[in-house]
């Protein structure tokens, strides 16, 4: 049974830093690929980041480009995303993803086969 269990959420003002961790258990969390999206109340899934099974690639939205930085330990079965120079658009819920299927590099986060329940981000002007 595939789990993700996020970690590190919380209520920041802008211009703050947080970080994000997900632990994985239940595959071969070094074959797979991994990455976050968020959702805020009333609207779309949103892409943040996306990281290769390697950890050697990854992949940001514009927004948070230069900002975000999403890394993963696969000795430790963990993901993270460090967030500095939060802003009030950056506040949703952030979810953890996995795709344990072939070719996931093709895909983003949003996409993939299993989701944490998410942590809460919450950036105050």
């Known amino acids: 049974q595939v789990q993700l269990v996020e970690s590190g959420g919380g209520s920041v003002q802008a211009g703050g830093s947080l970080r994000l961790s997900c632990l994985a258990s239940g595959l071969t969390y070094r074959y797979t690929c991994m990455g976050w999206f968020r959702q805020a109340p009333g609207k779309e899934r949103e892409r943040v980041a996306r990281i290769s099974p390697d950890g050697d690639r990854t992949y940001y939205r514009d927004s948070v480009e230069g900002r975000f930085t999403i890394s993963r330990d696969n000795a430790k079965n963990t993901l993270y995303l460090q967030m500095n120079s939060l802003k009030p658009e950056d506040t949703a819920m952030y979810f953890c993803?996995?795709?344990?299927?072939?070719?996931?590099?093709?895909?983003?986060?949003?996409?993939?086969?299993?989701w944490g329940q998410g942590t809460q981000v919450t950036v105050s002007s």
């Open positions: 993803a996995a795709d344990s299927r072939g070719n996931c590099a093709l895909r983003w986060p949003e996409e993939y086969n299993f």
